[in-house]
């Protein structure tokens, strides 16, 4: 069945029921105007934040895809400390208007899941990819090595992870989510070829943000 708005995802829905009974209680109590407008709109901002939408999928070979919608901050080399190598790390930043589904960024198999709690900080800050509350995902794509590292954000942070090391990923796959504004660091081979630049705005699935060179 299809709908003209996108359903949230299941994850989200436990939330939904809660707010919308708090909704028939308010018009049940006929109490102040108040208190149901509050219910009415904080059911409608939740199915907004977290509505799931189907994404077309690029069928190009060696490409890297966006894991999340929102905003290129960086782009630059780095230190991948859950692989342990040299990469290329690209960071997304969403924005509390952003859907927050994060998606597999190449077809693959996890080798590493590794949650770290962390401070909390900024999302812009560069501090925050080393000490804030994250959930990284180490992803073997062809011979390669891809890192996904969703960072929390500053409002009712909370991140979910449903995969494990030996799971299988296709692009474009949910694998998770950070609830109310975060940050997503890529982090890529050193010979990976940018596709965007800082201020570009991405979408999940949809953008390549790089290609990778055969290994």
């Known amino acids: ?39 009415l709109a ?14 077309a999928i690029p069928s190009q070979a060696g490409v890297v895809l966006s894991p999340a919608d929102g905003r290129i ?9 859950y692989a342990n190598r040299d990469a290329l790390r690209i960071s997304v930043i969403m924005s509390l208007f952003n859907l927050h589904a994060n998606r597999a960024s ?30 990284a995902l180490v992803i073997e794509s062809n011979g390669q090595l891809v890192t996904l590292v969703q ?11 449903w995969v494990k090391p030996g799971d299988t990923l296709t692009r474009g796959q949910r694998y998770g989510l950070i609830r109310f504004g975060a940050r997503v660091d890529v982090y890529l081979p050193p010979n990976a070829v940018p596709k965007v630049a800082p201020g570009d705005k991405v979408s999940a699935t949809t953008t390549i943000l790089a290609t990778l060179n055969k290994a």
């Open 73 to 81: 901050v960086r782009i630059e080399k780095a230190r991948d400390p």
């Open 106 to 135: 190449v077809d693959g198999v996890i080798r590493q899941v590794e949650y770290i709690p962390g401070q909390l900080l900024n999302t812009d800050l560069d501090t925050a990819s080393r000490h804030h509350e994250r959930n």
């Open 151 to 161: 960072v929390a954000g500053l409002i009712a942070r909370r991140i979910l992870c």
């Open 42 to 55: 904080g059911l409608l901002l939740h199915a907004v934040y977290f509505r799931d939408p189907p994404r």
């Open 1 to 39: 069945m299809s709908f003209p708005f996108p359903l949230p995802s299941r994850d989200n829905w436990p939330f939904l029921g809660a707010l919308l009974l708090l909704c028939l209680l308010a018009l049940a109590w006929q109490g102040p105007l108040v208190a149901s407008v509050l219910a």
